[in-house]
């Protein structure tokens, strides 16, 4: 049973382009999460989706974020425009979706860490 | 809302010896409780969680938590660390209902032999 899958591990990009960061789910999972890690700090919420639908936005940034999560393939988090200040690591987290206690256990991808030059 | 507050940033010690990482956290409601461990490069691994029941809780490489109520707290242990514990490790925490985790900032484990 393959884990929670995250591709491109490492991502450049000049200031002014689009960054697209792919997570696919664990197998029976339809609960996603992305996650963002900023050097040096612990690891801050941005969105929880679920197939088609966005959940908690809560934690996204206004401008130039946003996520989906659809019906097939993986979940993406797609980032405009970046800045310098977008330089992070972005980790994707997955949970099954029946038992209260289950949906609250998130296994976690390998990341990916977005460079902006 | 909630807060978590890992009181070390940084934690050296010697081969074998005991080891504990404070955690603490706020929350005006019920909380689920875990600890992941993230090692250079990786991703986070669930090393343990507290959901019900014994407030002591163990994981399979011999780090052990205790949830404690009245005091907030959520401190991990290990009598006796082994070069491969070197990681950093993340307090988090989960409000009854809700589905996002809020972590601490870290606590960075370094093991000198």
């Known amino acids: 049973n393959a884990g929670v899958m995250q591709n491109p591990r490492h991502l450049v990009r000049r200031r002014g382009q689009e960054a697209r960061l792919r997570c696919s789910p664990m197998k029976g999972h339809s609960h996603v999460y992305w996650y963002r890690q900023l050097p040096e700090e612990g690891l801050k919420f941005m969105v929880y989706?679920?197939?088609?639908?966005?959940?908690?936005e809560s934690g996204m940034p206004k401008e130039r974020f946003s996520a989906e999560f659809p019906k097939e393939g993986p979940s993406i988090l797609r980032i405009q425009q970046v800045v310098r200040g977008d330089s992070a690591a972005y980790f994707c987290?997955?949970?099954?979706?029946?038992?209260?206690?289950?949906?609250?256990?998130?296994?976690f991808g390998a990341g990916t860490r977005l460079s902006v030059l | 809302a909630q807060s978590v507050t890992q009181l070390d940033s940084q934690v050296p010690v010697f081969e074998e010896a005991p080891v504990e990482l404070r955690c603490n956290y706020s929350?005006?409601?019920?909380?689920?409780l875990f600890w992941y461990v993230q090692y250079p490069n990786q991703g986070l691994q669930l090393l343990l969680k507290y959901l019900s029941g014994s407030t002591l809780v163990e994981s399979i490489n011999g780090f052990e938590a205790e949830f404690n109520k009245s005091q907030t707290s959520f401190h991990l242990r290990k009598p006796s660390v082994h070069i491969s514990d070197t990681a950093e490790y993340f307090c988090?925490?989960?409000?009854?209902?809700?589905?996002?985790?809020?972590f601490g900032q870290g606590t960075r484990l370094t093991i000198n032999p």
């Open positions: 987290a997955s949970s099954p979706s029946t038992g209260v206690a289950a949906k609250n256990i998130q296994y």
């Open positions: 929350s005006s409601v019920s909380v689920y």
């Open positions: 988090a925490v989960t409000p009854f209902g809700a589905q996002k985790l809020v």
């Open positions: 989706l679920q197939k088609e639908n966005i959940i908690d």
